[in-house]
């Protein structure tokens, strides 16, 4: 069973620019659709379905895309299944999610009180099915929803995105140190502080690393917010 932790509520950070939720305006130029609110502006490819921009107030968040990601660095654990043969590896995470052809097959745009909701089928090889949902709200919130029917086993659901301003990371969940399925119950439920550097653990060889589980919310902050 979880952790249950009584103490005080979770504290949000202020916004970074407080501004009254104001109609929402989303003006398409080709395939990129620029959804305006009181809050700032969000820019998304529907062609690629990713976010090429995020700007808050006169600042802007992205310096890349956050785009969908498939795929991780395989941790020794899964070597050892592969019995320390490279070439064996394949058969414990299927390399096709590393990078899948994906391409839209269609989209659906609405725009009403609550906001502006995109909503696109995804195509490729190791999924059934995919669809990705944005959702952009009055105070300039984004909201994000990616579900997928595999073939296979998946490696990774998530997103990626580079924030090069961002220092430090504050979460509710399992922590201070990395943990994963096999080693959450050493880690205490609370509220954690962490640098972003300091979320990496240097194994002898480098893998993938830095998970902490059942997190419920998480915040970055760092050189303007």
Same mark, same amino acid.
């Given at each position: 069973?979880? *952790?249950?932790?009584?103490?005080?509520?979770?504290?949000?950070?202020?916004?970074?620019?407080?501004?009254?939720?104001?109609?929402?305006?989303?003006?398409?130029?080709?395939?990129?659709?620029?959804?305006r609110?009181?809050?700032?502006?969000?820019?998304?490819?529907?062609?690629?379905?990713?976010?090429?921009?995020?700007?808050?107030?006169?600042?802007?968040?992205?310096?890349?895309?956050?785009?969908?990601?498939?795929?991780?660095?395989?941790?020794?654990?899964?070597?050892?299944?592969a019995?320390?043969? *490279?070439?064996?590896?394949?058969?414990?995470?299927?390399?096709?999610?590393?990078?899948?052809?994906?391409?839209?097959?269609?989209? *659906?745009?609405?725009?009403?009180?609550?906001?502006?909701?995109?909503?696109?089928?995804?195509?490729?090889?190791?999924?059934?099915?995919?669809?990705?949902?944005?959702?952009?709200?009055?105070?300039?919130?984004?909201?994000?929803?990616?579900?997928?029917?595999?073939?296979?086993?998946?490696a990774?659901?998530?997103?990626?995105?580079?924030?090069?301003?961002?220092?430090?990371?504050?979460?509710?969940?399992?922590?201070?140190?990395?943990?994963?399925?096999?080693?959450?119950?050493?880690?205490?439920?609370?509220?954690?502080?962490?640098?972003?550097?300091?979320?990496?653990?240097?194994?002898?060889?480098?893998?993938?690393n830095?998970?902490?589980?059942?997190?419920?919310?998480?915040?970055?902050?760092?050189?303007?917010g």
């Amino acid at each position: 069973s979880d *952790e249950v932790v009584l103490g005080p509520a979770w504290r949000p950070a202020p916004a970074a620019v407080p501004s009254p939720a104001l109609p929402v305006r989303a003006v398409r130029q080709g395939a990129t659709v620029s959804v305006r609110t009181g809050g700032g502006t969000v820019r998304v490819d529907t062609s690629t379905g990713h976010v090429t921009g995020w700007q808050v107030g006169d600042r802007e968040l992205l310096v890349a895309p956050l785009r969908p990601t498939y795929w991780r660095a395989p941790t020794d654990n899964e070597r050892g299944l592969a019995n320390g043969a *490279e070439w064996l590896t394949p058969l414990v995470i299927d390399r096709q999610w590393r990078s899948p052809r994906v391409h839209v097959a269609r989209s *659906e745009e609405r725009l009403d009180d609550d906001g502006w909701r995109l909503t696109l089928l995804l195509r490729a090889r190791p999924w059934r099915w995919a669809l990705l949902e944005y959702r952009v709200r009055p105070d300039g919130s984004l909201h994000l929803r990616h579900r997928v029917r595999p073939r296979s086993d998946m490696a990774r659901l998530g997103m990626t995105v580079w924030l090069p301003w961002a220092q430090a990371v504050r979460w509710y969940g399992k922590g201070p140190h990395e943990c994963y399925v096999d080693r959450q119950r050493s880690a205490r439920t609370a509220v954690h502080e962490a640098g972003v550097r300091d979320l990496v653990h240097d194994y002898e060889r480098p893998h993938e690393n830095g998970n902490r589980t059942s997190e419920r919310r998480g915040e970055l902050s760092g050189g303007w917010g």
